[in-house]
Each structure stands twice: as structure tokens, then as C-alpha cells.
């Protein structure tokens, strides 16, 4: 079946330096691709979203291209700042007439001052 | 404008009990899906619900059920609770009923402990 892979974390590093997370997917159809971030106590919230192959989403600074050829979703920002602690889900949805979102184990994000 | 609205934020219950959580939409949506979310894991797909129907449903067992209301806010019931229910449910609500457009926007969460 679809499937999400995340790189596990916990990612550490200081303020202003350059993000990757790894988002790998797995998948029969066309899916969207998406990135949502879970601050501490609080629900998800979408941080940006592609639908189709070679579509960039962004938003925040923080941006993930949607790679067919590889399956990857990778989510980038040039400079981090500490308020972008949290966790963060790469997640997939197949274009279908069911609206099921499949997530990613999720990546804990912290940044040090 | 609100976003999607769940309650209580937080409940306690013990083995064997029943509960009922609740959301509300955002005003104009007219789908909502439940995830479970487990301590420490990716939020799992329990049901989607749009104009009323179940569209939906993901792989857990039949004492989790849920319905819509013509108002569209939903309920999310378990039945006979595990010690393994315990975790946050989260509700999302979405314009459309699935494709490529369709986003979903997800509420705070009921933070649910079962003991």
C-alpha cells in the first residue's frame, strides 16, 4: 500500500543554518504531496502542498519540490529560526474518491539560539 | 474566520468506558475526516464523512464509529476503550470531498487518556 518515509529525527542545529528534511513516498497512483507542522501541544497545520510532478510548493521561507522520478518531497529553508521548532509530517493523498491522508512517522525539528 | 473547533481539548476514562468527541467544521466545509494520533507517530486515518455519508474509513476495529450532522459537524464514538485509545484525535474539515484540490485543515485535537 502507500506509504510515507521521513528522515528520523531529532534534527539539531542553530539559528540561520540551512534545513533539509528527506520525505520519500510510495505510492500506485498520482498523489499530492504535502508538509504539516505540529507545534508543541497544538493540531497540524498545513505548511505548504504540490499536486502534480515538477509543482514546487512554499511557504514561509520553507520549500519542498515534488519529484516523480526520485518519489522525494523534500522540505527546505535556507535559514532557520528558532520559532521553526517543531515537528514536521510529510504526507500523501491519492487523488481517488476517498480523501485519506497517509502520514509520515514526523521529523522533531529544534533550533538553538 | 474559526477554524475547525473540537471538544473537550482534553479527557480522562477509564478501561471499558465509552467516549464521544466533537467537532466543528469550518463554515462552508463540508467534509470531515478523524486521525488518530499515538504518542510519538504520524496521525493514522479513522473515517471521512462528507454531506452526511461515510466515504471513508480506515483499519480500525468496529468499536470506533462516527457520524455527520446536517450542520456538518461530526462525532467521533469509541466504545469499550483500551489502554491503547489513549492519544490525540484529530478532525479535519475540507471544502471538497476528495481530488486534487481538496485540502484538509485540521483542528487543535481531543488529547484522550485512558486508564
Known amino acids: 500500500g502507500d506509504s510515507v518515509t521521513q528522515m528520523e529525527g531529532p534534527v539539531t542545529l542553530s539559528e540561520e543554518a540551512f534545513l533539509t528534511i528527506n520525505c520519500t513516498y510510495t505510492?500506485?497512483?498520482?498523489?499530492?504531496l504535502f508538509w504539516y507542522v505540529q507545534y508543541p501541544g497544538e493540531g497540524l497545520q498545513l505548511l505548504l502542498k504540490a499536486t502534480k510532478a515538477d509543482d514546487k510548493g512554499s511557504n514561509k521561507g520553507f520549500e519542498a519540490t515534488y519529484r516523480k522520478e526520485t518519489t522525494s518531497f523534500h522540505l527546505e529553508k535556507g535559514s532557520v529560526q528558532v520559532s521553526d521548532s517543531a515537528v514536521y509530517f510529510c504526507?500523501?493523498?491519492?487523488?481517488?474518491?476517498?480523501?485519506?491522508?497517509?502520514f509520515g512517522s514526523g521529523t522533531r525539528l529544534s533550533i538553538r539560539p | 474566520d474559526a477554524g475547525v473547533t473540537q471538544s473537550p481539548t482534553h479527557l480522562i476514562k477509564t478501561r471499558g468506558q465509552h467516549v464521544t468527541l466533537r467537532c466543528s467544521p469550518i463554515?462552508?466545509?463540508?467534509?470531515v475526516s478523524w486521525y488518530q494520533q499515538v504518542l510519538g507517530q504520524g496521525p493514522q486515518f479513522i473515517f471521512q464523512?462528507?454531506?452526511?455519508?461515510?466515504?471513508g474509513r480506515g483499519n480500525f476495529p468496529d468499536r470506533f464509529s462516527a457520524r455527520q450532522f446536517p450542520n456538518y459537524s461530526s462525532e467521533l464514538n469509541v466504545n469499550a476503550l483500551l489502554l491503547g485509545d489513549s492519544a490525540l484525535y484529530l478532525c479535519?474539515?475540507?471544502?471538497?470531498?476528495?481530488?486534487?484540490?481538496?485540502?484538509?485543515?485540521f483542528g487543535p485535537g481531543t488529547r484522550l487518556l485512558v486508564l
Open positions: 504526507a500523501l493523498k491519492e487523488n481517488s474518491s476517498a480523501s485519506k491522508i497517509i
Open positions: 463554515s462552508g466545509h463540508k467534509s
Open positions: 479535519a474539515s475540507s471544502l471538497l470531498a476528495s481530488g486534487g484540490q481538496e485540502t484538509q485543515y
Open positions: 505510492a500506485t497512483g498520482y498523489p499530492s
Open positions: 464523512y462528507y454531506e452526511k455519508e461515510e466515504r
